[in-house]
């Protein structure tokens, strides 16, 4: 199966820098990728759509200039949190988006990114 | 986009018992998917029921879909210790359509 591959798994920074988090189609092209990021027991919160090429389009409430997003290629999407708070630590998944089909299409996920920022 | 709502909340269940989680939502789709969280790790999704199915299989899942209720339900089988974990419902209105998730249900299987 698909495989995306993300990294790093845990980071802990102090608060003020930027830390990038990489995401990888290991095994296919992803043209379309997105980022989540999850707070303890909560749900999946979506804040981009990261699309090969082009600029990445972010969810209401989601600061662009804050969360850096850049698809350079057709495999790796990056996002960088910049000057980065305590207020930002959270579980970060990425997730590519895999067509098969006319009507087969799937997300496969990263492994996520747990964040603390001290 | 639409996110779908899951009932329940959570379920604990014996090892061996059948679990049946819910999913309803709002407006037509163009399938439905279910996707399986443990804690702590990315997803992974386990079954795609189009809106022209009605009943899907895999392995152990079996995925319903009713649009005129605009509901889905996923059963797990003879469940196992493994089966612990999050689920989540994604309808999508059509293929292309990002992926907003619901607060899911939170299956723990008792030994």
């Known amino acids: 199966g698909a495989v995306v591959s993300q990294h790093p798994s845990r980071v802990i920074c102090k608060s003020g820098t930027s830390v990038k988090i990489e995401c990888r189609s290991l095994d296919f092209q992803a043209t379309t990728m997105f980022w989540y990021r999850q707070f303890p027991k909560q749900s999946l919160m979506l804040m981009a759509t990261?699309?090969?090429?082009?600029?990445?389009?972010?969810e209401q409430g989601v600061e662009k200039d804050k969360f850096l997003i850049n698809h350079a290629s057709l495999t790796l999407s990056t996002l960088t949190v910049t000057s980065a708070h305590p207020e930002d630590s959270s579980f970060y998944i990425c997730s590519a988006r895999l067509v098969r089909g006319a009507a087969d299409e799937k997300l496969f996920f990263g492994s996520g990114t747990q964040l603390s920022v001290l | 986009s639409q996110q779908g709502e899951e009932d329940p909340q959570a379920l604990s269940i014996q090892e061996g018992e059948n679990a049946t989680m819910n999913c309803s939502y709002k407006t037509s789709i163009n399938n439905l998917q279910w996707y399986r969280q443990n804690s702590g790790r990315g997803l992974v999704h386990l079954i795609l029921?189009?809106?022209?199915?009605r009943e899907k299989h895999s392995g152990r899942l079996r995925v319903t879909l009713d649009t005129s209720k605009k509901s889905s339900s996923l059963l797990i089988t003879a469940s196992r210790a493994a089966d612990t974990a999050s689920y989540f419902c994604?309808?999508?209105?059509?293929?292309?359509?990002?992926?907003?998730f619901g607060k899911g249900t939170r299956l723990h299987i008792l030994p």
């Open positions: 994604a309808p999508l209105m059509n293929r292309d359509d990002k992926i907003i």
């Open positions: 990261s699309n090969e090429g082009s600029k990445a389009t972010y």
């Open positions: 029921i189009r809106s022209n199915e």
